[in-house]
């Protein structure tokens, strides 16, 4: 099984590092006041795909004020950056993909001179936006984002669930921020920011930052909103959505917001979210952002989710009525520690964001679910390893932890790799030492870039004892080399004993399991996967028939369900593969379906085709580009 699309084949290659005089803390004015993050200017935290060199002047705060213009399908109006230079640096380089800079000035309004530098198309670096500072310590900058902004998606009322109010969000990770505000877009650059958002009404707007006071209204059928992110934020977590939405309360500090004909059915989903909060606090301490919200997106949202402060994104497709996917929500909840807190201070170490998170995900699961769920969900992700090594061979570079290749590799090696390292090394120290020591790198690290390295060392110098446990941990193994080490702490073996069973009485007879109704969804998944990969049209629609797999309420068994017909050219299925192609953005598994269809050839080739060419339009960039990739499109 495979989770999680690649959304960059793109980034790094570590540049060698130029490293300039460390930016010296700020002593008085307005930035002394906010917490200013170090940059690292160790070789390995030097950010390939930023063009920003913040050892010379870096921001420190973004203020937006924003129209979302519905029809002309465009944002724009002035971002205001506070900015710490070094002594003597003259000039500031920010990140831009496509931006539309209408005129700089500084704070007193002289305008400053600046230059679009030359187009890195590869990976969406984009252009570096240099400006003359001339002394400034505020840069005031008028522009628009590009109609094809590629952070942004904007979708027609169709495309909603509601089908009468358009619709528009954002998504950041990894570099996309670049196409719709002009600052540093690098994970080790952390800004404070602030909004004002104007949107037609009765819109609705969220951001990834606390929404302040009551909604002004402007008289002209538009309203305006302000929002405040008060912590410094790796610039990839700014985001807003926009729509026909309302929020119910979960818990004191938890709730969620979704399109009214939605937020029944996506409140009872995410009903166990303030209990998760508890939880997580209890495990790894005190939930530092305020609120836990969240929202739950019309189905084009490209990912399952994305840990954006205290705001949540969240894809309607986890929702199966029984809370069965809320590893999703205790996974980007978790990401309020790891990642917004602590953070990769370049994506090759994206497994110290996505790694110790799913980790975490899973001890949330644990504790507000039980083991034994716990520990199926694990045996999940180990045979997500299994079969991805197994693919690629264990010795494939892209298979160690920090790499440039985690997302080329699905989520098997950042994610669950990364999961079962932490996993292994709480089972050779023990839990309580374990529990104590990833506390205190929260603690220490808390709203500060991180490495690979630092994470080694701070395990070596407050968590290992002696030569002894420091060999058993293979702790530079894990980190730095491909494949998994002997050392692993295998999932339980009894964790899906009856479900193995089932699945060798099928191989041995063709008997499918009664029991498969009342299976956990998890369970439900172990059977599908392991089932033979070759199966006649006649198995396939017995095991519909049986075990009602195309009628299956939970997404993420409907899409093993159809991935495995596609792989047998099953006829049958090909109306629902298009009418889930349709609606549904959700990379993941748009991508493995295409990608099933064009290696199905002559048979395949032609569907794929067809149905691309009806529902390319209504995919986000992200999920097109992988798309594209699969179908070998380069336009
Ligand atoms: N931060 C990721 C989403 C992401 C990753 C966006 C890389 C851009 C680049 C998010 O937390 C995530 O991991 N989502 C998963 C959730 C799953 C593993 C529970 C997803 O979308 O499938
Ligand atoms: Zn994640």
Known sequence: MRRLAAPLALLLASTACTTMEAAPAATSGPVADRMVSPILTSPEAVDSSTHAQPQVARVTHVALDLDLDFDARRVGGVAVLDVLASPGADEIVLDSNGLEIARITDGAGRELAYELGAMVEAGGKGAPLTVQLDGATSLRIAYRAPADASALQWLSAEQTAGGEHPFLFSQGQAILNRTWIPTQDSPGIRQTWEARITAPKPLEVVMSGVRRGEPEDLGNGRRAFTFVMDKPVPPYLIAIAAGDIEFRAIGPRTGVWAEPSVIDRAHAEVADTEAMVVEAEKLYGEYRWGRYDMIVLPPA????????????????????????????????????????????????????????????????????????????????????????????????PGTALSTDGGYELGSAIAYDKGAFFLRTVENIVGRERFDAWLRQWFDNHAFQPATSEMFYEDMMANLVRGADEAEALMLREWIFEPGLPGNVARPDPAAFAAVDGAVEAYKANGAIPAAYAGWTAAEQMRFLDNLPAELSAGQLAALDTALGLSRTGNNEILFLWLEMALENRYEPAVPQVESFLAEVGRAKFVRPLFAVLWNEGEWGRPIATRIYAETRSGYHAVTRAGVDRVLGRTD
């Open 301 to 396: 949202f490209p990912y399952g989710g994305m840990e954006n402060p205290v705001m949540t994104f969240l894809t309607p497709t986890f929702v199966a009525g029984d809370r069965s996917n809320n590893g999703l929500v205790a996974h980007e909840l978790a990401h309020s520690w790891s990642g917004n807190l602590v953070t990769n201070a370049v994506w090759g170490d994206s497994w110290l964001n996505e790694g110790v998170t799913t980790y975490f995900e899973n001890r949330i699961v644990e504790a507000v679910y039980g083991k034994q769920r716990a520990e199926q969900e694990a045996a999940l992700m180990y045979a997500n390893i299994l079969e991805t090594l197994a693919e690629v061979g264990a010795d494939a």
